[in-house]
Every structure is written in structure tokens, then in C-alpha cells.
Nanobody, 133 residues
């Protein structure tokens, strides 16, 4: 098992930037696949970005070119740098991990097919991002 803790959310105006962090209780080298998801009020949870242990990434089309996912293995931290924020980016943002390692070992981590909540077994409590005009 692994505990995940997000931080960095807040309220910003359209066009602004925020950087989210997710600290893991386990060395990230032990987890081949980690991700960011978000859930807006009244909507289903949707994938935002995934990064594997080698640093390869994929993004949802809605955030590609504006968001960047990265990791710092030295401090067991996952990041999501968000720029050019839009009102539709307003949501609770969650980090997630695949504790089994099967996504990475099977070659499925950085695929759009993996960008669903059921792919990940460990979740943080979420951090709220609100973008207003």
C-alpha cells in the first residue's frame, strides 16, 4: 500500500498558473505508473496525465500543451504544472498510483486506455482548483 497527499490547489483567474504536488509514502521507483485525475462538481472523474517510472508521459487532449506532469524521485513527489488555466479546469484534482506495477510491466501505463480510475489502486484525498473569470 501507499499513502498519497496532494497540495497546491487554490483559486486563480483564467490564464493563471498553479503547480500541484503529491507526496508519496513509498519510493516512486517502486511504482511504475502514477497519474493525475480530476473531478468537477456533478461530473465523473477523468484522467488528466500519466507518467511512468522512465519519465514517459501522456495527457488528456483537453490539457495537452498547457499542463506538464513530472516527478522528483529524491523526495517521492509527483507534480502537475498547470498554465493558461481555463474555467473548465475547475475541479478537485487527485493523484493516483498503481501499486501492483502491472500497468508498467505490461506496457500499458502511458496509454489512453489506462487513463481511467479503475487502472489505479491508490488515491490521495484531492486538492481543489478553482478558475474564475
Amino acid at each position: 500500500q501507499v499513502q498519497l497527499m496532494e497540495s497546491g490547489g487554490g483559486s486563480v483567474q483564467v490564464g493563471g498558473s498553479l503547480k500541484l504536488s503529491c507526496v508519496a509514502s513509498k519510493h516512486m521507483n517502486s511504482m511504475g505508473c502514477m497519474a493525475w485525475f480530476r473531478q468537477a462538481a456533478g461530473k465523473e472523474r477523468e484522467g488528466v496525465a500519466i507518467i511512468d517510472s522512465a519519465g514517459d508521459t501522456i495527457y488528456a487532449d483537453s490539457v495537452k500543451g498547457r499542463f506538464t506532469v513530472s516527478q522528483d524521485n529524491a523526495v517521492n513527489t509527483l507534480y502537475l504544472q498547470m498554465s493558461s488555466l481555463k474555467v473548465e479546469d475547475t475541479a478537485m484534482y487527485y493523484c493516483a498510483a498503481d501499486p501492483s506495477g502491472h500497468l508498467f510491466s505490461g506496457g500499458y501505463c502511458t496509454t489512453h486506455g489506462a487513463m481511467v480510475p479503475a487502472s489505479f489502486g491508490s488515491w490521495g484525498q484531492g486538492t481543489q482548483v478553482t478558475v474564475s473569470s
